[in-house]
T-cell receptor, first 116, second 115 residues
Framework: AQKVTQAQTEISVVEKEDVTLDCVYE???????LFWYKQPPSGELVFLIR??????QNEISGRYSWNFQKSTSSFNFTITASQVVDSAVYFC?????????????FGTGTQLKVEL | AAGVIQSPRHLIKEKRETATLKCYPI?????VYWYQQGPGQDPQFLIS???????DKGSIPDRFSAQQFSDYHSELNMSSLELGDSALYFC??????????????FGQGTRLTVV
């Protein structure tokens, strides 16, 4: 069975600090996808990034960066110079590849609070 | 760009009533997913459809049913509502190519409150 663990329930930082959200996953599949979604207080789920299991290259997008390490089954997310607008719940998710689609298994989420 | 459209955005029902949630996927997306997110919880997969056929089933109660229509929109029907069904219900859509899916884009959700 697939499992995603986000051990940090809540993180509070001061604006402009860097923050890393941890994600550890378990799967028996050799092919899988990893995702990060952001859920602001308004409730919608915003897609941030998708990685496949064969691509361990780190990725940077503006203030966001992701570190995928297959050896430790981790897919961590770093926000550089955090801003108040980054305050949200962040979910890491894993999808198995089925014949007709890719359902997501979510972690329990990390509530990020960025204060002035 | 067009996004996933869900309606209604908010719904209040009484116990034992029936509710129908609608989802209009992104044009040309062939797969629709339904998720349920209880208060303070992560989204839980309910059911998915690929090319109008049910493709996978998660922890969906027997009181719930869903289908995908010829125009690819999907409906989640919930009967005999219970207080515990109060949640945010998300629909997502994706494009599956040769068995490998792209990222799922989520609608804004329907917040169902059962009183």
């Amino acid at each position: 069975a697939q499992k995603v663990t986000q051990a940090q329930t809540e993180i509070s930082v001061v604006e402009k600090e860097d923050v890393t959200l941890d994600c550890v996953y378990e799967t028996r599949d050799t092919t899988y996808y990893l995702f990060w979604y952001k859920q602001p207080p308004s409730g919608e789920l915003v897609f941030l990034i998708r990685r496949n299991s064969f691509d361990e290259q780190n990725e940077i997008s503006g203030r966001y960066s992701w570190n995928f390490q297959k050896s430790t089954s981790s897919f961590n997310f770093t926000i550089t110079a955090s801003q108040v607008v980054d305050s949200a719940v962040y979910f890491c998710a894993l999808s198995e590849v089925t014949g007709g689609g890719n359902k997501l298994t979510f972690g329990t989420g990390t509530q990020l609070k960025v204060e002035l | 760009a067009a996004g996933v459209i869900q309606s209604p955005r908010h719904l209040i029902k009484e116990k034992r009533e029936t509710a129908t949630l609608k989802c209009y996927p992104i044009p040309r997306h062939d797969t629709v997913y339904w998720y349920q997110q209880g208060p303070g919880q992560d989204p839980q997969f309910l059911i998915s459809f690929y090319e109008k056929m049910q493709s996978d089933k998660g922890s969906i109660p027997d009181r719930f049913s869903a289908q995908q229509f010829s125009d690819y929109h999907s409906e989640l029907n919930m009967s005999s509502l219970e207080l515990g069904d109060s949640a945010l219900y998300f629909c997502a859509s994706s494009l599956v190519l040769r068995g490998r899916g792209t990222e799922a884009f989520f609608g804004q959700g329907t917040r169902l409150t059962v009183v």
